[in-house]
């Protein structure tokens, strides 16, 4: 051999094959996706005659194209990325056992008709601004489980003035854990949201909204210093939970 000297790539050889059809399958094969603008500016083609391309080659099933997507796609790549995303996921779970699923944004750098799809065939399943697995479901050890108790039962004791998130952190320790078991807390229902840092045990919240409104109803108007006397709350609980109603 020549020194030097390099075998022709498949695509390279379609490319070069001289039509039309096999000169996209090489732009495929080298680089996996292609603008649909740039795949007809480099073939010369009209609108009508690369839309015509297109729908054979994908017919054949020689190329995807999805729905809303400016791209094209090589079938044997298509696999190639899922299988990446798998793993991704996958991976992520293992890790995070505690996590309800993977940050969807996490995924921005794959194309959103591929994730799209995995959703609608079952492979992924998407719940907001997460994807999971279908088989995921969050695990908590038995040291997260009593540190839960221990959080809903801190967050019931100090009723509504309970300690804001900055003093969960210290009171904890471990702020992972911490952010996931509230987290776990506002799915399950047991604790309420009340504002970036503040959170109440449920059924406090509850029993506070019940008396707020009766006091409110009989009160008609009042003011940050009257709903501080009638709650015994200092200012900034206060102010939290007025701008949470």
């Not at 505690?98 to 959703?119: A, C, F, Q, W």
């Not at 997460?130 to 489980?145: A, G, K, M, R, W």
């Not at 807390?185 to 919240?205: H, K, P």
Request: proline content about 3%; glycine content about 8%; charged content about 30%.
């Amino acid at each position: 051999k020549r020194r030097g000297f390099h075998p022709v790539s498949p695509g390279l050889k379609l490319k070069d094959a001289g039509n039309d059809r096999s000169r996209l399958l090489g732009i495929l094969e080298e680089s996996g996706t292609v603008e649909m603008a740039d795949a007809r500016a480099r073939l010369f083609l009209t609108l009508t005659e690369f839309e015509t391309l297109v729908g054979s080659l994908a017919s054949e099933k020689f190329l995807v194209k999805f729905e809303k997507d400016t791209r094209l796609y090589h079938c044997g790549k298509i696999q190639a990325i899922q299988d990446k995303i798998l793993s991704e996921v996958t991976e992520f779970h293992r890790k995070n056992p505690r996590k309800d699923g993977y940050p969807g944004g996490l995924l921005n750098h794959y194309p959103e008709s591929i994730i799209r799809t995995m959703v609608k065939e079952g492979q992924l399943v998407q719940r907001g601004s997460i994807v999971c697995l279908p088989s995921h479901t969050q695990t908590y050890s038995p040291e997260d489980q009593a540190r839960f108790k221990q959080l809903l039962a801190l967050l019931k004791d100090t009723g509504l003035s309970t300690p804001l998130l900055a003093a969960l952190k210290r009171e904890f320790g471990d702020e992972a854990l911490l952010s996931d078991l509230v987290q776990r807390g506002i799915s399950e229902g047991s604790i309420m949201r009340i504002s970036s840092d503040y959170f109440l045990e449920t059924s406090v919240y509850e029993g506070f909204l019940s008396r707020f409104r009766e006091w409110a109803a009989k009160s008609g108007s009042f003011g940050i210093q009257e709903a501080k006397s009638e709650f015994n709350l200092v200012r900034k609980y206060v102010i939290r939970i007025l701008e949470h109603l």
